[in-house]
């Protein structure tokens, strides 16, 4: 081969070099995210949605320069840590997740960043040290869920001046769902009301606590947990066949057909939560990064549930609504 042969030839290689060895960088720097769902897919879809779309505009596209590993729990906290460990061992950069899953993904890994998109108390769950220094390897925000009860009873009573006995359906194998059900009961009577509560523990046991509801109260308080919101259309129609008001610590369960809600815009943290993925994909470390409280709330209206429940709405209430549902 020719000396000037020679030259081109390696000229031609060393031109490839760059372009492969930025291809290959390009591989190793795209990160993967290990997204934790609580509920089913349908449940999350906004929050998912605004999530994906927060990462977008901050530069990290699905499947170009990041990856998103979904595991769904689907309403089933036993499913928890398995899910937790499975994203484990995918070495995954980050895991977002929300509730109680956080617990799970803090018992799988003390290594990888974890950032909970809601959570409730997460000084006194153990999640974080401080919200102001979380340390540790998980931050987040955090949601007043129990913080907001008293104010949705004090909505509900709006919609029904004469109510006395209310019902309160909870988790009991949720802890949050535990202390928002404890809450209800000390404001509930606070407002005078006669408050009872009725234990569930997995899908079989809704049906029959509404056979119970029926004799014993006016309206249903629904406390927030996965269970509730994977299973919030068979809830909805319990509740409307048994002639009861619904109140809700979620919009998407009104969107199924609940009563009302109040809450903070889980779709807002979501979004929120991607801006401390996009700072630890960056470089922070979770410790450093103070859990934030929610700034955004939600106070829905569903009409057409009013409607079939023959109430109506009062005129001062609608104005104060978010959203009305028709």
Same mark, same amino acid.
């Given at each position: ?9 390696? =000229?031609?290689? #060393? ?8 291809? !290959? !960088? ?12 609580? &509920?089913?897919?349908? $449940?999350? @879809? ?17 499947? !170009? ?39 799970? $993904? ?13 959570? /409730?108390? +997460? ?8 919200? $102001?220094?979380?340390?540790? /390897? ?5 949601? !007043?869920?129990?913080?907001? #009860? ?5 909505? %509900?009573?709006?919609?029904?001046? *004469? ?7 909870? /988790?009991?194998? &949720? ?32 049906? +029959? ?14 406390? *927030? ?5 994977? *299973?919030?259309? @068979?809830? &909805?129609?319990?509740?409307?066949? #048994? ?12 969107? #199924? =057909?609940?009563?009302?809600?109040? $809450? ?37 209206? *569903? ?5 079939? %429940?023959?109430?109506?709405? +009062? ?8 959203? %009305?549902?028709?």
């Amino acid at each position: 081969m020719e000396r000037r042969e020679f030259i081109t030839l390696l =000229g031609g290689v #060393a031109a490839t070099w760059p372009v492969a060895a930025s291809a !290959q !960088q390009a591989l190793k720097r795209r990160p993967t995210i290990g997204f934790l769902g609580t &509920n089913t897919p349908s $449940a999350q @879809e906004r929050w998912t949605a605004a999530f994906v779309q927060r990462l977008h505009e901050l530069g990290w596209i699905e499947g !170009q320069t990041v990856a998103i590993e979904y595991r769904w729990a689907e309403g089933r906290t036993e499913r928890f840590t398995e899910l937790a460990t499975e994203l484990v061992r995918l070495k995954v950069d980050v895991i977002v997740t929300l509730g109680a899953a956080v617990t799970a $993904a803090k018992q799988a890994t003390s290594v990888v960043p974890i950032v909970f998109a809601i959570a /409730n108390d +997460p000084v006194g769950s153990g999640y974080v040290a401080s919200l $102001a220094r979380p340390g540790g /390897n998980v931050t987040g925000l955090s949601v !007043q869920q129990r913080d907001l #009860a008293g104010k949705r009873l004090e909505l %509900l009573l709006q919609v029904i001046p *004469n109510l006395s006995r209310l019902a309160v359906i909870a /988790n009991f194998g &949720n802890p949050a769902s535990v202390d928002e059900a404890h809450d209800v009961q000390v404001r509930g009577r606070a407002l005078g009301l006669d408050v009872d509560t009725l234990e569930i523990r997995g899908p079989s046991d809704i049906a +029959p606590a509404f056979d119970t509801l029926k004799v014993r109260a006016q309206a249903l308080y629904v406390s *927030n947990a996965p269970l509730t919101v994977t *299973n919030r259309i @068979e809830i &909805n129609t319990l509740a409307l066949a #048994a002639r009861l008001p619904t109140v809700y610590g979620s919009r998407v369960q009104v969107e #199924a =057909g609940g009563l009302i809600s109040y $809450a903070a815009s889980f779709s807002d943290l979501f979004r929120r939560a991607a801006d401390i993925v996009d700072k630890i994909l960056r470089g922070a470390k979770p410790g450093d990064i103070p859990v934030e409280q929610p700034t955004k709330f939600e106070f829905i209206i *569903n009409l057409t549930t009013a409607k079939a %429940l023959g109430l109506t709405i +009062p005129p001062s209430l609608m104005s104060l609504a978010d959203e %009305l549902i028709e």
